[in-house]
């Protein structure tokens, strides 16, 4: 299933997320499992108001990128961003904790769990090329 949502920026940067964890061996991708041992929900908003959900599972298995929510998986950190912010934060263009700070950015759960996630993305990074700030 397409990770794709037209009218959203920021699936193109969760497909190169989703590349990069597939391109990992197993053991690879276990690693960053055992590393961050958490489930990140995104609620993403466009220009047009609509929301858009995608669950990236850090806990359970080799890790996954799911659109939408998974049943009977429950997130451990939620976060509400517009599509425009996400997408900065991704291009290295806005600073995660300043967008925190200014309200742009809602969080819900464990917050420190958003800080495990930055290693994951600056891993992408360096093999798709976007750039991850969180």
Do not use: C, Y
């Not at 489930?39 to 220009?47: G, L, Y």
């Not at 049943?71 to 991704?90: E, M, N, R, S």
């Not at 291009?91 to 996630?117: C, E, P, R, S, Y």
């Amino acid at each position: 299933m397409s990770l794709a949502v037209d009218g959203f920026k920021t699936s193109a940067v969760l497909v190169q997320i989703d590349e990069h964890l597939k391109s990992l061996s197993d053991a690879e991708r276990q690693e960053q499992v055992k590393k961050v041992k958490g489930v990140f929900q995104f609620n993403v908003k466009n220009a047009d108001n609509k929301v858009a959900t995608w669950t990236f599972d850090l806990k359970s298995g080799n890790g996954a990128m799911h659109k939408g929510t998974v049943a009977g998986l429950k997130p451990d950190i939620t976060i509400d961003v517009k599509d425009d912010d996400f997408v900065a934060l991704a291009d290295g263009k806005a600073n995660g904790q300043k967008l925190f700070m200014a309200g742009k950015i809602k969080v819900k759960g464990a917050i420190m769990m958003a800080t495990k996630l930055d290693s994951v993305l600056n891993s992408a990074k360096e093999k798709t090329g976007f750039k991850a700030k969180l």
